[in-house]
């Protein structure tokens, strides 16, 4: 099975001597009959002509964002639609520190943030370049954005010094957009569900009893999950987040809705629990609303675990079900006893106590606690929710294969 079958790949080819690669890449993805549309940069023309690339990847060959006639069909919005894929080949110091900063003043890097796919750089440049710390951080900004880095190797340069640097060679280019494809095909076939966020307990129609989450962290597993190919659902409790199309949204208030939303999305493959459930509701919900002046005596009762519910079901419990416990101490104590407890496969436990990441921030720190003892525990330092969520679903991929 040729797994690149009429796969769509935007090559968008930037200025640098590596550029002379990137006709090797287009042949050897043509002959795995690959549709492929390309952007050169105004300097990639300098390296490699709009005809060879034409004339190699059968297609028109896009080079300028103030192009009339391209325009009116919007090139930059199209463009990135059209493609299953966007591969940039050689990725240039240049070009990545517009990536990283938003940059987008020519077609390329307009296509690139005006994109909803998933983007594959090969970098290409001298090794001190490659070493400078402006280039480091820019390519740690890039992976934070969700963007996948092949290479770069390690050899001798056209400038004639020798170290990391060099684009990585076009089989290993296309042996990498396989590896894609071939994982995001074999996880269509699996199903994942989510919650996230707070619910209310009503006290009486205006008034609930809640706990604090903003439900960022579980929204980006979501969109985390289904770039990577997973059919999923997402049972949120109230937030204002927005979401992908392609998520399946649910959203609920209560505990009791998001149990009920729960078992009618079973069955699944895998399942994460980053909702911030409340542990108990009011007993007898007042119709209308209690004035001030009135007692106010609350009779509470326990919720139903969802996550304990779900992770002993005897015939719908997930191949991986995940908790989260958001902890202000003992943390190792505490995530490890509802590891256990919970008869979780993960916990993905964090301290709640440090205002600057967790509830309501962009940013987070967690440690994943493993029921398999074969695998070692670990912690995964600050870094943008986004990223955090990208680690996550690595790792869950790798467990489930």
């Known amino acids: 099975m040729n797994i690149l079958f009429q796969k769509k790949i935007l090559l968008i080819i930037c200025g640098g001597i590596s550029a002379y690669k990137s006709l090797e890449l287009i042949r050897l993805l043509k002959k795995q009959d690959v549709q492929i549309k390309t952007i050169l940069t105004k300097n990639a023309k300098k390296f490699v002509t709009p005809l060879s690339v034409a004339s190699l990847s059968q297609e028109k060959v896009y080079d300028d964002l103030f192009n009339s006639d391209n325009e009116a069909e919007m090139d930059h919005i199209s463009l990135s639609r059209w493609a299953d894929l966007i591969l940039i080949a050689p990725a240039t110091a240049n070009t990545i520190a517009k990536l990283s900063s938003g940059s987008s003043d020519d077609l390329a890097s307009t296509v690139i943030l005006a994109s909803n796919k998933e983007i594959f750089l090969a970098p290409a440049m001298n090794v001190r370049m ?13 992976k934070s954005y969700g963007y996948r880095i092949i290479g770069p190797d390690i050899g001798d340069m056209a400038c004639g010094e020798f170290g990391e640097g060099k684009m990585s060679e076009p089989q290993e280019i296309l042996f990498e957009t396989k590896v894609y494809f071939d994982q995001l095909n074999k996880n269509k076939k699996l199903k994942a569900l989510v919650t996230a966020g707070p619910t209310n307990e009503y006290i009486d129609p205006v008034r609930f009893i809640t706990n604090k989450s903003s439900g960022k962290q579980g929204y980006a597993i979501a969109q985390s999950l289904v770039k990577r190919g997973f059919q999923t659902t997402l049972i949120s409790g109230p937030t204002n987040i927005k979401i992908n199309n ?60 969802i996550l304990n519910y779900v992770s002993n079901h005897n015939s719908l419990r997930p191949k991986l079900v995940i908790g989260f416990a958001a902890e ?32 309501d921030s962009n940013f987070n720190e967690v440690s994943i606690f493993y029921k398999n003892k074969k695998i070692k525990d670990e912690k995964l330092t600050i870094k943008k929710k986004s990223e955090i969520s990208e680690e996550i679903v690595d790792r869950v991929i790798e467990q489930l294969n």
């Open 246 to 305: 392609n998520i399946d949204l649910i959203k609920v208030k209560t505990a009791d809705e998001m149990l009920k939303a729960t078992q009618k999305s079973l069955p699944v493959d895998v399942a994460i629990f980053s909702a911030a459930v409340a542990d108990y509701k009011i007993k007898e919900k007042n119709s209308i609303k209690i004035k001030k002046n009135d007692n106010l005596n609350l009779k509470l009762e326990k919720n139903v675990d």
């Open 130 to 142: 490659w070493e400078h710390e402006s280039t480091k951080k820019n390519i740690k900004i890039l």
């Open 328 to 359: 202000t101490n003992n943390i190792l104590e505490n995530a490890k006893k509802k590891l256990i407890e919970k008869n979780c496969d993960w916990i993905i436990a964090n301290d709640v106590s440090n205002e600057s990441i967790g509830f």
